[in-house]
């Protein structure tokens, strides 16, 4: 089987941008950019991201701000806080090089099993497994395994085995090939058994069970959250306020406001606390100007905007703060904003064009 997979991967690798590649920086900032992101998607923002940050030195350095702007439409932020948090470890604990032990890198924030184990046997040739999604279908396909993937006992079973299976030599082309197989052959719907060169080891396509593998819990609804936030234009300019760098969306800028869980409808007083707080004293709430709901992993947020008026009878002063800006379109563009954000601002102008509040999808 390493023979076949091994021979197979050298004639029909995926020609990834980074395939090839033995700078362990530029396989770390790959590898990361996998994680939740297709390959297709990931390879012009690989260019792109190491246009910006060409060494690790050069990342360590950048605010986090500029790392999580040019991570901008990858989604997942914690990815890019991760990958900025471990820069600075590494270019203060290990001398600006990454560790070449499995212990020291997953000592690494976002350092998860896949990620050490990817760098791990890609940039330094260590013998250990790299289980993506991927690697999972295909091993529970070849194992017909019955127990759901996603519990400990099941992802257990599959990493014994991909441990067990590594050739003593190249383990990192060993793992890579193993991806590009779920990736091109051994698909989650429709999988080409009939040109898949491991087909007669494969114990689900002798009985029957390639469509109910991998075995997976059911997965659980989104939790639904609320977030009310205020709508203050002046001049052609929206108030923006920097989210804290811990949980969802952290770091990024939003418009200013909160987050409930449910559906709450939170009372007018609240909402003018939050002028109050946001804005400063005088700014007076108005009225409603759209919904907007988006489905995140695991959670369906609904934004709900509302107008926020200055004080009356004079202009409010344009003043940025701390972890506060008026940003104009170009600003707007700039700075990082979740995807669900910039749908909800897109929401919130549709809404002021068309004179009323309504939900958009």
Same mark, same amino acid.
């Given at each position: ?102 212990e020291s890198l997953r000592s690494l924030p976002g350092f998860g099993p896949y990620l050490a184990g990817a760098v791990g046997s890609i940039a330094f040739g260590l013998r250990t497994p790299a289980v993506d999604g991927n690697v ?95 709508? $203050?234009?002046? *001049?052609?300019? !929206?108030?923006? =306020? ?7 969306? +952290?770091? %990024?800028?939003? &418009? ?55 004080? $009356?009878?004079? *202009?409010?002063? !344009?003043?940025? =703060? ?7 379109? +170009?600003? %707007?563009?700039? &700075? ?26």
């Open positions: 089987m390493r023979e076949r997979l091994l021979g197979w991967y050298a004639q029909e690798k995926r020609g990834l941008p980074w395939r090839g590649e033995r700078e362990p920086y530029r396989i770390w900032v790959s590898e990361a950019m996998l994680q939740q992101t297709r390959a297709g998607t990931a390879a012009p923002r690989y260019a792109r991201f190491l246009a910006r940050f060409p060494t690790l030195r050069a990342l360590a350095d950048a605010p986090l701000e500029a790392v999580l702007a040019e991570w901008q439409g990858l989604g997942y932020y914690g990815r890019a806080r991760s990958l900025h948090r471990a820069a600075r470890e590494v270019a203060g604990k290990f001398g600006g090089d990454l560790p070449r032990d499995l999972l279908r295909v091993l529970s396909r070849l194992l017909d395994l019955p127990l759901p993937v996603d519990k400990p006992e099941g992802r257990a079973a599959i990493e014994k085995e991909a441990q067990a299976l590594l050739p003593p030599s190249k383990p990192g082309d060993f793992n890579q090939a193993l991806m590009d197989l779920g990736a091109r052959l051994c698909l989650p719907r429709s999988p080409r058994c009939g040109e898949c060169l491991l087909e007669a080891l494969c114990a689900a396509r002798k009985t029957g069970t390639v469509a109910k593998r991998p075995v997976k819990s059911p997965r659980l609804a989104p939790r639904e959250a609320t977030v009310f936030q205020l709508w $203050a234009e002046q *001049r052609g300019k !929206l108030r923006l =306020a920097r989210r804290e760098e811990n949980g969802l969306f +952290g770091g %990024l800028w939003e &418009l200013p406001g909160w987050m409930a869980k449910g559906r709450p409808e939170p009372p007018e007083k609240e909402w003018q606390r939050a002028c109050a707080k946001h804005l400063g004293p005088g700014w007076r709430i108005g009225e409603e100007i759209a919904r907007a709901v988006r489905v995140l992993t695991h959670r369906k947020i609904l934004f709900v905007l509302r107008r926020a008026l200055p004080p $009356a009878g004079k *202009r409010a002063p !344009l003043k940025d =703060a701390d972890g506060a800006v008026w940003a104009d379109e +170009g600003a %707007l563009a700039a &700075l990082p904003l979740s995807n669900a954000q910039r749908a909800a601002i897109a929401a919130g102008r549709r809404g002021i064009e068309e004179g009323q509040g309504r939900l958009f999808g």
